[in-house]
């Protein structure tokens, strides 16, 4: 199951620039490096031209516009790809910038276009031909492939590292981003790579700090002394600046002394003639929540972000190094992050959510993330060993006559199908699985899978429906938007507007008969499309908050069977916030239900929701708890309605609503009994089926989409709830499941 974009890392954008206008700044090189607020996309061409405009995770780049220099390894198409080139055996020989000024002349003469062109190279990129097609990569890429020596040699080229490097290098161009936070599967190369920057950004930086962390003091400390020094040490004599101290420093790189660049206008320099330094240092710190506070940074390389464990915190860490990247409102350095993720309760939730805060698609008024850094995820399949063709793209699927890798090694099977095999191999071991869906994600959701066999529903109905609804496009399902007042006034009109800053999320609109449907009687307004579907809603009063506190404020829209042109039994509205203000989260929640006409079941134990409803002539949109009958209500209950969440029997009750929910249409229904055999349910927020799956019944608190569904769930079945001389026709005593198994199984019925 996967959508037609799954193996698309960008999308090309058509029509940004008009052509006369591309193609008069084109001619006069006039298209400048960094972001451009007109057409809205970052430039990372240093040519003042650009041809192609490709989105990446959100992000819209402008490409250089291919030279005339491609490089062409042969003309045979099918042995066009990238292979990295010895330094010739002369240069060899050269260990240092003082070797060169004592060489002759001539030796000069005929090897200076050659290092000149490796600084171009360097700083400009490189183009070629692949397979056939022009390819680009950035000058850090051209870095990584030609001078980088990793564990193995020198690295392999790979498309989905082009692509990071172009997301990375769109990230230093860009004023408005901090760096990178990359979500990636294990071995990917990452820590090569940011070494690789690391070096790069400190051989041609002057009076800079460049700064490493990783989950543990001695993890940061062996990628500096296994990675860095090693890097830094086989860099050809042009590129490398002089050293003070050892070859192989324990603690700190320092330039201190470096060569010059090598041109034609300095190539006639001579020992005796000063250098100037750089005075650029590398180093790395212990692992902590203050680590390089008050330092300045050109450069922060931030590896295995997602598995810092208690006590340190990597949110915690970056709000204070966040600050030295910066000086005022202007950004000085940048930060390349990058990790798998633990589970959720070692280290993976701070990951996760500093992740979610660096969404490029949701940006403040300073026109930045939350986080201020930028999100990257690359699936899989497009980078595991193994599965790479000579031309650094991946093989999918099983090829009917074998490929052969970039490893020099025959591909038989493809990525996706050993990942699958892999799956239904560890389907018996949840634990295994899980992690397993951690270090080699196909999607975010994945990445982030967590350990849940604690957890009272069905797992295997629940990840049956994430894992589907991340092959959907999920754009065509979801809207996110606001709702509104019509021209401003109150208790009037509501209006749905998309907009991608919107709190809301909606997979159904009512027709226009149906929306602000309110009945008036008597001059009490009661809900017109009661029989439509009802909301669920866990509110909050108090509106400040210590930071990092707090819960947020949860609103679930549920429909019923119906007749009319809605779904029945769907979620069609998700709203999972907390705004400056509980005022306003109490409009945000009157709206939807005066747009939708439906009532709402609310908890009464935080009351100020279901005071603002009754103030403004609403008390009859608020549902009584259904579990009594309306002359055994107290009197706050009778004035305001709701349901308690301290009775056992209600919790009990609850969570019992859910679980119906879930065996009836979320997932897979395997035998055919609520839908057809083998009929995938339609539950397409995410949010809320990670909630279910981690929803402890002992620890409510933490789960508000939980507790606003649920409610939602109870409003809708509220029948089954009414007393009666007769048996109850539900049993509070909701099932349990084993989530041990390939599937989870019923503990007791």
Partial sequence: MQNQDQNKLYTELKNIVPKNVLSIKNKSKSWAYGYNEKYNFVVISKTGQIDEIINISGLNIALPKPSKDIIKRSKKKEDQFWESKELPKQLKKIKSIFQWHEAPLSFKNEWIDYIENEFNYRELGCWFYNNGVPTYITGTHYMYLQWTKIDVGLPDYREANRVFYIFWEACKADKRSFGMDYLKIRRSGFSFMASCEGVNTGTITKDARIG????????????????????????????????????KPKTELAYRVPASKITKKNMYLTEEQEL????????????????????KLQLLLHDESGKWEKPDNILNNWRVTKTCLRLGSKVIGKCMMGSTSNALDKGGSNFKKLYIDSDCGKRNSNGQTKSGLYSLFIPMEWNMEGFIDRYGMPVFRSPKSPILGIDGEMINQGALDYWENEVDSLKQDPDALNEFYRQFPRSESHAFRDESKQSIFNLTKIYQQIDYNDSLITARYVTQGSFSWENGIKDTRVIWSPNKRGRFFVTWLPEKALQNNIITKNGVKYPGNEHVGTFGCDSYDISGVVVGKGSNGSLHGLTKFNMDNAPSNEFFLEYIARPQTAELFFEDVLMAMVFYGMPILCENNKPRLLYHLKNRGYRQFSVNRPDKRFNKLSKTEKELGGIPNSSEDVKQSHASAIESYIEKYVGLDMEGSYRDQDDMGIMHFQRTLEDWAKFDINNRTKFDASISSGLAIMANQKHLYTPSKQKSKISINFARYNNTASVSQLINK
């Fill in 212 to 247: 490493v962390l990783s989950k543990t003091g001695s993890d940061a400390k062996k990628m500096f002394t296994d990675k860095i020094v090693p890097i830094s040490n086989n860099y050809p004599f042009f590129f490398k600046p002089i050293q003070d101290g050892m070859d």
């Fill in 276 to 295: 100037e330094g750089l005075d650029t240092t590398i180093d790395w710190k212990n692992t902590g929540d203050n680590s390089y506070d008050g330092e």
